[in-house]
Every structure is written in structure tokens, then in C-alpha cells.
């Protein structure tokens, strides 16, 4: 079974996936090309003219009505047989031509496609019919071009259970759940899971197991994206509950949202197994940090000097180095011996500073 999901009104080919309306004309998208849907209601679609070898064949709205619910109508037509290039299948004032796909062992496959408006509702029907010698059989196929909305429930009770069951499809499909819209996929084998949005924007996750039970996930985190939790300042001090402390263990950034506005709190890279790290600057250079300790599950807040960690000297490149203490000048006829003690203290204080290497 076919599934188109779109009505497309374009001067422009759409996705093949679509219904397109081109100039008054419905087509859809068979075997790599766009396929006009049966005729124009009367008498003037398809790409016959009075050249071909067209059978005729007219039924009553009561058949073509039985013939859309699914069932056959068999019209006996004698000397008929599976040479025609197309069959005029005529309801009243309404026609429409069924194209040839296939012929075998002397009989023939005649298909159409028609859309049509039920209760405001486009649906889509395909109509078969097969002749072979005086007899042409006619059936129906309906071809969803919506997609269905599985209606699930929240729970593990034996009720909601065997509703959920009776209503999960193996794979992808568009959800219903606890006043939301969504996506969800799902295997016998291995259950599945529930992406929802509601009403006001937000989204909600769901994990689907194999029973039918399904319950919220408040741990999941969406993949490719940063992962940012905001906390109120009340909350820094006191233990966290066992969601928001796992949300926190694992998030990259926290936003504590105060009496002055949110502040942005990004984790450090020297966090360890025991506690975790997140800091902010401060406008006079100093860092505010929060401390996540794991065994309690308390955040707690300070505020640090940011250290300057100079790199050594060397005799090609600049370093940090120290000042050293303070050498008063010599007096023009100080003596030998104080000038060498000077001298030495000096060169002392400059190898300690790293001014002076080896």
C-alpha cells in the first residue's frame, strides 16, 4: 500500500511523496514520472484519442460505490478480450480511463487512480480491473494519503497495556500522548520510545516497552545539541532531587536564574568524580564558582582569585620573573672586599629570580 502524506498546489515539481495540482490537472508520482489521476470527470482525461482501441464499459453508482468499499463487480461483455489499450469506465455523467500495466496468459491489468473529497476529506482510491475473454473483473483499493496518528496512553496498568498493544505499529509513526503531538517508533522485540510536543512548546519523552507500559523519561537528552539546565539561586545550597541532581552531574552549563537576572555558569574542565565545576567571571577579575559535590547533591557557591602562572625564563624567550631586594649604590672609595660582597649578592638574587641561568 502506497502512502502520500501531501496535497501540493505548485507551478513547481514537489516532493514525490505528494499528491501535485498543476493546471487543473492531479498527478502523482509512478515508475519515475508524474502520472496524471484518472480523467476530468468527463470523458476528457487521460492521453487517449479516438485512434485507440478503447473499451467502453459502463456501471452503475451502486457497483462503483461497492467497487471503492473494496469489493468486485464482475461485467460480462461478449467478444471482449485483452487487446484494448485502455478501458472508459463510465458512471452516469463521469468517466475515466483505466491504462494498461500488464498482460498475461490472455488476460490484461487496467489501472486507475482517483481523488476525491469525502466528508472534506481528500482520499485517494485505485481501481483494478482485469479482462480476460468476455469478462472484465473490477476492484478497489483505498490509499491512505494521511498519516495515521497512533493514540497511545501513559501507564502500566492491564488496561492501558492491552489498549497500547492493540494500537503500537512496528516502526515509525506519528503519536497522540497525554495531550501532546508527536513522533514515535516501536518494536515487539525491543519496545521503543516517544518524542512529544505540547501544546505550550514543550517537549516531553516517553519510553515504550515491549508490555505496552509507557512511561516519562526525564533523564533523556537530546542528541547534538549543548546540554543547559537553568536552576533558581534558592537551590544553591540545599540537596537537589534526584532528577535535577542527575541533570546537573552530566550537563556542560547551568543557568541560575536570580533576584538580578540569569547568569551563566559554563563546567570546568578539572571537575572529577567526586565534584563538579562551574564558572563565571566577574567584572573586577575575580571567579565566581559552584561546587556540585556528587555524595550530597548539593551545589554550593564562592568566589576566587584568578592566579597568573607566569612560564619560566630562558635565553630565548621572555619569562615571569621576581623582584629582588632593594642594593644600595657603593660609595666612590668603598673597598675591594665590599664591592666583591655587592657584586655577589647581586649576582645571587638575579640567578633566583631566573634572570641569570646556567
Same mark, same amino acid.
Given at each position: 500500500?502506497?502512502?502520500?502524506?501531501?496535497?501540493?498546489?505548485?507551478?513547481?515539481?514537489?516532493?514525490?511523496?505528494?499528491?501535485?495540482?498543476?493546471?487543473?490537472?492531479?498527478?502523482?508520482?509512478?515508475?519515475?514520472?508524474?502520472?496524471?489521476?484518472?480523467?476530468?470527470?468527463?470523458?476528457?482525461?487521460?492521453?487517449?484519442?479516438?485512434?485507440?482501441?478503447?473499451?467502453?464499459?459502463?456501471?452503475?453508482?451502486?457497483?462503483?460505490?461497492?467497487?471503492?468499499?473494496?469489493?468486485?463487480?464482475?461485467?460480462?461483455?461478449?467478444?471482449?478480450?485483452?487487446?484494448?489499450?485502455?478501458?472508459?469506465?463510465?458512471?452516469?455523467?463521469?468517466?475515466?480511463?483505466?491504462?494498461?500495466?500488464?498482460?498475461?496468459?490472455?488476460?490484461?491489468?487496467?489501472?486507475?487512480?482517483?481523488?476525491?473529497?469525502?466528508?472534506?476529506?481528500?482520499?485517494?482510491?485505485?481501481?483494478?480491473?482485469?479482462?480476460?475473454?468476455?469478462?472484465?473483473?473490477?476492484?478497489?483499493?483505498?490509499?491512505?494519503?494521511?498519516?495515521?496518528?497512533?493514540?497511545?496512553?501513559?501507564?502500566?496498568?492491564?488496561?492501558?497495556?492491552?489498549?497500547?498493544?492493540?494500537?503500537?505499529?512496528?516502526?515509525?509513526?506519528?503519536?497522540?500522548?497525554?495531550?501532546?503531538?508527536?513522533? =514515535? $517508533?516501536? @518494536?515487539?522485540? *525491543?519496545?521503543?520510545? +516517544? #518524542?512529544? %510536543?505540547?501544546?505550550?512548546?514543550?517537549?516531553?519523552?516517553?519510553?515504550?516497552?515491549?508490555?505496552?507500559?509507557?512511561?516519562?523519561?526525564?533523564?533523556?537528552?537530546?542528541?547534538?545539541?549543548?546540554?543547559?539546565?537553568?536552576?533558581?539561586?534558592?537551590?544553591?545550597?540545599?540537596?537537589?532531587?534526584?532528577?535535577?541532581?542527575?541533570?546537573?552531574?552530566?550537563?556542560?552549563?547551568?543557568?541560575?536564574?536570580?533576584?538580578?537576572?540569569?547568569?551563566?555558569?559554563?563546567?570546568?574542565?578539572?571537575?572529577?568524580?567526586?565534584?563538579?565545576?562551574?564558572?563565571?567571571?566577574?567584572?573586577? =577579575? $575575580?571567579? @565566581?564558582?559552584? *561546587?556540585?559535590?556528587? +555524595? #550530597?547533591? %548539593?551545589?554550593?557557591?564562592?568566589?576566587?582569585?584568578?592566579?597568573?602562572?607566569?612560564?619560566?625564563?630562558?635565553?630565548?624567550?621572555?619569562?615571569?620573573?621576581?623582584?629582588?631586594?632593594?642594593?644600595?649604590?657603593?660609595?666612590?672609595?668603598?673597598?675591594?672586599?665590599?664591592?666583591?660582597?655587592?657584586?655577589?649578592?647581586?649576582?645571587?638574587?638575579?640567578?633566583?629570580?631566573?634572570?641569570?641561568?646556567?
Amino acid at each position: 500500500m502506497s502512502t502520500i502524506r501531501t496535497l501540493k498546489v505548485s507551478q513547481n515539481e514537489p516532493d514525490t511523496n505528494s499528491i501535485w495540482l498543476y493546471k487543473g490537472t492531479m498527478k502523482y508520482f509512478n515508475n519515475g514520472v508524474w502520472t496524471t489521476i484518472g480523467g476530468s470527470g468527463n470523458g476528457e482525461g487521460g492521453n487517449h484519442d479516438v485512434n485507440d482501441n478503447i473499451l467502453e464499459v459502463s456501471i452503475t453508482e451502486d457497483q462503483y460505490v461497492n467497487i471503492l468499499g473494496g469489493n468486485s463487480e464482475t461485467v460480462n461483455i461478449e467478444g471482449i478480450n485483452s487487446d484494448y489499450e485502455a478501458i472508459m469506465l463510465k458512471i452516469g455523467e463521469y468517466s475515466y480511463y483505466l491504462d494498461k500495466n500488464i498482460k498475461t496468459n490472455g488476460t490484461a491489468m487496467y489501472t486507475v487512480k482517483i481523488l476525491m473529497n469525502e466528508r472534506g476529506v481528500p482520499t485517494l482510491n485505485q481501481i483494478q480491473a482485469i479482462v480476460s475473454p468476455g469478462v472484465v473483473s473490477f476492484t478497489g483499493e483505498y490509499i491512505d494519503i494521511t498519516p495515521k496518528i497512533v493514540n497511545l496512553e501513559i501507564g502500566d496498568s492491564e488496561s492501558v497495556k492491552t489498549y497500547n498493544l492493540e494500537q503500537l505499529v512496528s516502526g515509525f509513526f506519528f503519536t497522540k500522548l497525554d495531550y501532546g503531538y508527536g513522533v =514515535g $517508533t516501536w @518494536q515487539p522485540s *525491543t519496545g521503543g520510545f +516517544a #518524542n512529544v %510536543t505540547t501544546a505550550y512548546g514543550n517537549e516531553v519523552f516517553y519510553d515504550i516497552n515491549i508490555d505496552g507500559s509507557i512511561v516519562k523519561n526525564e533523564e533523556y537528552i537530546k542528541p547534538n545539541e549543548p546540554y543547559t539546565i537553568q536552576l533558581e539561586s534558592t537551590q544553591i545550597g540545599t540537596p537537589l532531587d534526584a532528577i535535577t541532581a542527575s541533570h546537573v552531574s552530566k550537563c556542560g552549563e547551568i543557568i541560575i536564574d536570580g533576584p538580578t537576572g540569569p547568569v551563566t555558569y559554563t563546567r570546568s574542565v578539572d571537575s572529577t568524580s567526586s565534584a563538579v565545576y562551574f564558572t563565571s567571571n566577574k567584572k573586577n =577579575g $575575580t571567579l @565566581q564558582v559552584l *561546587t556540585y559535590n556528587i +555524595a #550530597n547533591s %548539593t551545589l554550593t557557591a564562592s568566589v576566587v582569585d584568578q592566579e597568573c602562572t607566569l612560564p619560566a625564563a630562558t635565553k630565548t624567550s621572555l619569562g615571569g620573573v621576581m623582584a629582588g631586594t632593594n642594593i644600595a649604590d657603593l660609595a666612590a672609595d668603598t673597598d675591594l672586599a665590599t664591592v666583591i660582597g655587592t657584586v655577589n649578592g647581586l649576582l645571587a638574587q638575579l640567578r633566583a629570580s631566573g634572570v641569570l641561568i646556567s
